[in-house]
């Protein structure tokens, strides 16, 4: 048709569709809707939840909540931080941010 979707391979051999997109050309203020709802919804995740999140070279790291999961070359590692002094060490260590 004319959308296009990126798909992922499940561990169990299954695709599962990641995006669905078409090349339709777009403006910043296209987004400007969906930015703001993000930034100021009790309904978005982005509000409801402290994320920290970043692409690496081979995967992701995530601290979402008191979640920190790690992603390399598709093996992905999840624990629990316990502490306010554990998660600013995690923030300050992965992401160089210090509270």
């Given at each position: 048709g004319d959308s296009l979707r990126m798909e992922r391979a499940e561990r169990d051999g299954a695709w599962k569709r990641q995006y669905s997109f078409t090349l339709t050309p777009r403006s910043l203020d296209d987004f400007a809707a969906m930015c703001h709802y993000h930034q100021t919804s009790p309904e978005s995740p982005f509000t409801r939840?402290?994320?920290?999140s970043?692409?690496?070279?081979?995967?992701?790291?995530?601290?979402?909540?008191r979640r920190l999961i790690i992603t390399r070359?598709?093996?992905?590692?999840?624990?629990?931080?316990?502490?306010?002094?554990?998660?600013?060490a995690a923030l300050k260590e992965y992401f160089q941010i210090a509270l």
């Open positions: 939840k402290s994320v920290c970043q692409a690496t070279t081979d995967g992701r790291i995530t601290l979402a909540d070359q598709g093996i992905r590692e999840e624990r629990f931080v316990e502490s306010d002094e554990e998660q600013s």
